[in-house]
């Protein structure tokens, strides 16, 4: 991590104003449409946005929440992004991604900067030269500005990697931001960039895109090449791209997508495909059937089932027909359906083989080194005892696949269904250390069809909630339509408050509340400071009447709905209930300073409720005499 902090502070010193926001635009949350219109209109140029991005990733990736999303920067992005201004100064524009900095998960070979795919034994491995989606970005006029953190090899989902580390959930740090694209994800949830991409073997882009209020599609298998992207299992993987927007998404995909003769898969779109950006419609889902997918709502957090509910009323507002479709034998029908362990071994194999001087060889040689996470150790070792291909298992594997898949589109013809809809993931986001359950990545990534994953709200503690649709194979560009029009029927996604925009090219400091509270003849000097970028509120309290106060508190106002374990249930897992709290409601949500103190200080992780609660003036702080009287004051 330290290279990449020296990398971005020799890109940032070359001017006073380098650190310090593109001119003429904000890029926190800015799209790559509104990046492009800056450019072009001559109030910034790819220089003062890549030096932008630069100084973010500097402010918050190693330090402020440390997403930790950030392997490698590029050294070369400032020289690229000066070539093409160049260019563009010269009259040549390359298309909407001219100048625009993007991120590409450690899986992308690049020519010019090693791809080690989270794994420390490939920390040296440099491909010969570019694979053909980042081909196709740099002749497009893109800038691969970093390379992010994954999943090791891309084999989980809560990203971790012995070459990258833990990466972080901008919306709340402790949490893990999903994976295997996870970096990517953290990444353009925090405007590190403007568009990112990733890989998706079971759900890699679409569970990073649900955990960072972004969307993300697993496009069709054959629509995108695989030439260059680090393999996990051949009949699975497919790369693609996370975005803020669905209009930054449909411009990434009509770039990236294609036919390659490198990928034999690619042949089906030989002759052409549809395009992405020309198709979105703001009534694209007026007609359409969409079949709320019950096996995937089984065993669903409420508030995450509640959220993709309220979502599928949007629709239907937008013209949709919902319709609840059950599948009675779906358990039966994805069991012994993924390929991935299978094939990790083989695959792996062939990619080193192509790689010139690579550190390893095979998965044997990382395990024989011990050059991995501990939390892979059972699934590495497990992965090289796989038989040689074809067998028998794997076989029948496939041949379970192509039913699966069979069925499905069955079902929908039969009930004229242009998608299915459930969530994309059923439980909020795991701490690190611990398995992220409720992914519902197998119906997509083991039938080969295509599913894209939408931002629909937040949880009551701040955490993102995702839709996804599936849609029969190359209906692509139907589901990003779809997507389109969900959008913009209202906004869905909101930045991270732990990334906000730079300060003089810093991030911002918290100052201290100073609060002066007088109860009865006691006096308590509080000093509050509530820091998002860190996730946390500190505090520290003096009086010189210690015997005279009882406590100092801090409380929230507000109601909503509440979940807690209902009254007289007893044992490890006891019933749930749901309360509608009244919004008069008060609750200490924090004790400062406890009887016959002077002094007291701490602090504590900073909950999304409070943030809120803050921002809207319902913290309040309170002290109790040691006679019962209370003063309360707002925070702010």
């Known amino acids: 991590m330290r290279t990449v902090l020296i990398l971005i502070a020799l890109a940032i010193a070359a001017s006073p104003t380098a650190a310090q926001r593109a001119a003429g635009i904000e890029v926190t949350e800015a ?10 209109r001559g109030r910034a140029s790819s220089v003062s946005i890549t030096r932008a991005y630069l100084a973010r990733i500097a402010a918050y990736d190693q330090a402020g929440p440390q997403l930790n999303a950030i392997i490698r920067v590029n050294p070369r992005a400032l020289a690229e992004a000066a070539r093409l201004d160049a260019e563009r100064k010269a009259g040549k524009t390359r298309g909407p991604l001219h100048g625009v900095p993007v991120i590409l998960k450690d899986n992308y070979d690049t020519g010019d900067m090693p791809t080690s795919a989270g794994s420390l034994a490939l920390a040296t491995s440099q491909p010969a030269r570019d694979g053909f989606v980042v081909q196709r970005l740099r002749e497009a006029g893109a800038i691969v500005l970093a390379k992010a953190n994954m999943h090791e090899l891309a084999a989980g989902i809560t990203n971790i990697s012995s070459l990258g580390g833990q990466t972080r959930n901008p919306y709340d740090p402790a949490r893990c931001p999903g994976g295997s694209s996870g970096g990517t994800g953290a990444a353009i949830a925090a405007s590190f960039a403007a568009v990112g991409w990733g890989s998706d073997t079971c759900g890699s882009i679409r569970i990073p895109s649900a955990f960072g209020s972004l969307v993300g599609l697993r496009p069709t298998m054959g629509m995108v090449s695989r030439t260059g992207i680090v393999p996990l299992s051949h009949t699975q993987d497919i790369g693609g791209p996370l975005a803020r927007t669905v209009t930054d998404l449909a411009i990434a995909l009509d770039i990236t997508a294609g036919y390659d003769t490198a990928d034999a898969s690619t042949e089906v779109i030989r002759n052409g495909r549809a395009k992405f950006l020309p198709a979105l419609d703001l009534d694209a889902l007026n007609g359409t059937r969409i079949g709320l997918f019950l096996p995937y709502m089984r065993d669903t957090d409420s508030e995450i089932a509640d959220s993709v509910r309220a979502a599928l009323r949007v629709m239907t507002k937008r013209g949709a027909t919902v319709v609840e479709v059950p599948m009675a034998e779906f358990d039966t029908l994805i069991n012994n359906t993924s390929a991935i362990n299978m094939e990790t071994k083989h695959d792996l194999a062939a990619y080193l083989a192509t790689v010139p001087n690579a550190p390893v060889r095979t998965m044997g040689d990382i395990v024989a080194r011990g050059q991995f996470d501990r ?18 298992a794997h076989t029948t594997v496939l041949a379970r696949q192509k039913a699966l898949r069979a069925r499905v589109v069955y079902l929908m013809d039969s009930l004229k269904l242009d998608a299915l809809a459930y969530p994309t993931v059923r439980q909020k986001p795991v701490y690190p250390g611990q398995v992220q359950p409720g992914s519902t990545c197998p119906l997509g990534a083991q039938s080969g069809l295509p599913s894209i994953a939408m931002p629909v ?50 991030a911002p400091v918290a ?21 998002a970028v860190h996730n946390e509120l500190r505090w520290t309290v003096r009086t010189t009447t210690p015997n005279q106060i009882s406590a100092v508190v801090l409380r929230r106002r507000g109601g909503g709905t509440l979940t807690g374990p209902a009254s007289g249930t007893t044992g490890s897992a006891p019933a749930l209930a749901r309360m509608s709290i009244p919004n008069s409601a008060l609750r200490v949500v924090a004790r400062l ?18 943030r809120i609660a803050f921002a809207e003036q319902r913290l309040t702080l309170a002290v109790m005499s040691s006679t019962g009287m209370v003063t309360e004051d707002v925070v702010k």
Do not use: C, W
């Open 375 to 392: 939390e892979l150790e059972v699934r590495f070792r497990s992965a090289d005892t796989f038989p040689a291909l074809p067998n028998a």
């Open 31 to 40: 799209s790559v449409t509104e990046l492009q219109d800056a450019m072009t």
């Open 593 to 610: 300073m406890g009887p016959n103190r002077t002094t007291a200080s701490g602090s504590l992780p900073l909950s999304y409720a409070d």
């Open 457 to 506: 709200g937040f949880t009551s503690d701040g955490l993102p909630v995702s839709v996804e649709l599936l849609g029969k194979a190359f209906s692509d560009v139907d589901l990003v339509s779809y997507a389109y029009a969900f959008e913009q029927a209202g906004p869905r996604r909101r930045a991270p408050s732990t990334t906000p925009a730079l300060v003089n090219g810093a």
């Open 511 to 531: 100052r201290p509340l100073v609060i002066t509270t007088r109860v009865g003849t006691a006096t308590a000097t509080t000093h509050i400071t509530v820091d």
